[in-house]
């Protein structure tokens, strides 16, 4: 985990005003499962934008990009000016760590990582060691580099499951960008991305459409389209084949969870990444049993008694949607 969470502001004419939840409006998901949070922000002398943030995990890559779309005024009597721009500051903090981990700055991380930043007008990147970097950029704006640490920052639901709930985060600066009415920028936060990718995420999230959080709310999109576009957020390359991650951010590749998952994606009609997993799981068959857990080559751990059956159940579907037994004579 390195990119951990990101507070943003909204200046005007000297006033600041945090984006949270207490002025967060609505919520939408979209049909490519793109979530939508549109914010009623004051500003000052009776008047208010509304900003609209959209965000999606850009599939096949480490990356996500976060989309803030300042909504023309429209008439609306008490909305700011179209015209009179708002400076919008976005300030990441960071961390370094394995997902059951937490940070702590007295350890090493306060006096280390700020040595591994490096900064560009518009980017700032964050390498801690030769496996893992971390790119984070804005589409227009400036970073300030002004580093500064958040000790024991609470986490509440770490907490419910009897984990460490306190990390620190570090932050080496912030985004600032000005926002008129009808218009965006985009911060995309990327690890380990190869050096031209941001020119392929370029106009990856344009603001949402005309009407998609009106009317409370709601939004056009059929949940079970949703659900199915969900379903690859999911699954993950295992060398040749796949495997699905059971939950984010505590869980990686665990067997009856997986095959559970498969039945899903053979009734969404996604067979051939259906019979991916259900390969890699099956490689690792030993006397009838199958993994627990997986740890890249390490299956060792198979305590679980219903894997196997689940494992018969996935064959029995995917045989019966393909019309064919040929993946059972598979090796």
Same mark, same amino acid.
């Given at each position: 985990?390195?990119? $951990?969470?990101?507070?943003?502001?909204?200046?005007?004419?000297?006033?600041?005003?945090e984006i949270n939840t207490?002025?967060?409006e609505?919520f939408a998901?979209?049909? /490519?499962? %793109?979530?939508h949070? %549109?914010?009623?922000?004051?500003?000052?002398?009776?008047?208010?934008?509304s900003?609209?943030l959209?965000?999606?995990?850009? $599939?096949?890559?480490?990356?996500?990009?976060?989309?803030?779309?300042?909504q023309?005024?429209?008439?609306? *009597?008490?909305?700011?000016?179209?015209a009179k $721009?708002i400076?919008l500051i976005? %300030?990441?903090?960071?961390?370094?760590r394995?997902?059951h =981990?937490?940070t702590?700055?007295y350890?090493?991380?306060?006096?280390q990582w700020?040595?591994?930043?490096?900064?560009?007008?518009?980017?700032?990147?964050f390498?801690?060691?030769?496996?893992?970097h971390?790119r984070?950029?804005?589409?227009?704006?400036d970073?300030v580099?002004e580093p500064e640490w958040q000790?024991?920052?609470?986490?509440?639901i770490?907490?419910q499951?009897g984990l460490?709930?306190?990390?620190?985060?570090?932050?080496?600066?912030?985004?600032s960008?000005?926002?008129?009415?009808?218009?965006?920028? *985009?911060l995309?936060?990327?690890?380990?991305?190869?050096p031209?990718?941001?020119?392929?995420?370029?106009?990856?999230?344009?603001h949402p459409t005309?009407?998609?959080?009106?009317?409370?709310?709601?939004t056009? /999109?059929k949940p079970?389209?949703?659900?199915?576009?969900?379903?690859d957020?999911?699954v993950? =390359?295992?060398?040749e084949?796949?495997?699905?991650?059971?939950?984010?951010?505590?869980?990686?590749?665990w067997?009856? =969870?997986a095959?559970?998952f498969?039945?899903?994606?053979?009734?969404a009609r996604k067979?051939?990444?259906a019979?991916?997993?259900?390969?890699q799981?099956?490689?690792?068959?030993?006397?009838g *049993?199958?993994?627990?857990?997986?740890?890249?080559?390490?299956?060792?751990?198979?305590d679980?008694?219903?894997?196997?059956l689940?494992?018969i159940l996935?064959?029995?579907?995917?045989?019966?949607?393909d019309? /064919?037994?040929?993946?059972l004579?598979?090796d």
């Open positions: 985990i390195m990119f $951990a969470r990101c507070r943003a502001w909204i200046v005007y004419q000297g006033y600041s005003q207490n002025s967060l609505t998901l979209d049909d /490519s499962c %793109r979530g949070w %549109r914010y009623h922000i004051p500003t000052g002398q009776g008047e208010n934008v900003i609209t959209s965000l999606k995990m850009t $599939a096949g890559e480490n990356a996500v990009p976060l989309t803030f779309y300042r023309s005024a429209g008439g609306i *009597t008490d909305r700011l000016d179209d $721009a400076q976005l %300030r990441p903090d960071i961390e370094s394995n997902f =981990d937490t702590k700055a350890t090493g991380p306060e006096s700020p040595q591994n930043v490096s900064c560009k007008k518009r980017e700032f990147k390498m801690p060691d030769s496996n893992h971390l984070v950029k804005i589409s227009g704006g970073f580099p000790y024991m920052v609470y986490r509440e770490d907490a499951r460490d709930p306190h990390s620190d985060l570090f932050s080496p600066g912030y985004f960008a000005f926002l008129k009415g009808d218009q965006q920028v *985009t995309s936060a990327e690890i380990n991305g190869s031209d990718a941001g020119a392929k995420k370029k106009n990856a999230l344009s005309p009407g998609l959080l009106d009317s409370g709310g709601n056009t /999109s079970l389209k949703i659900i199915t576009h969900a379903l957020d999911f993950v =390359d295992r060398g084949l796949k495997s699905v991650i059971a939950g984010y951010p505590w869980f990686l590749d067997g009856r =969870d095959l559970i498969v039945r899903g994606m053979i009734a067979t051939s990444e019979l991916a997993i259900l390969k799981f099956g490689r690792f068959e030993e006397q *049993t199958l993994p627990n857990m997986i740890r890249g080559n390490d299956a060792a751990n198979r679980t008694s219903d894997a196997p689940w494992f996935a064959c029995d579907d995917l045989t019966r949607a019309n /064919s037994t040929d993946l004579d598979v």
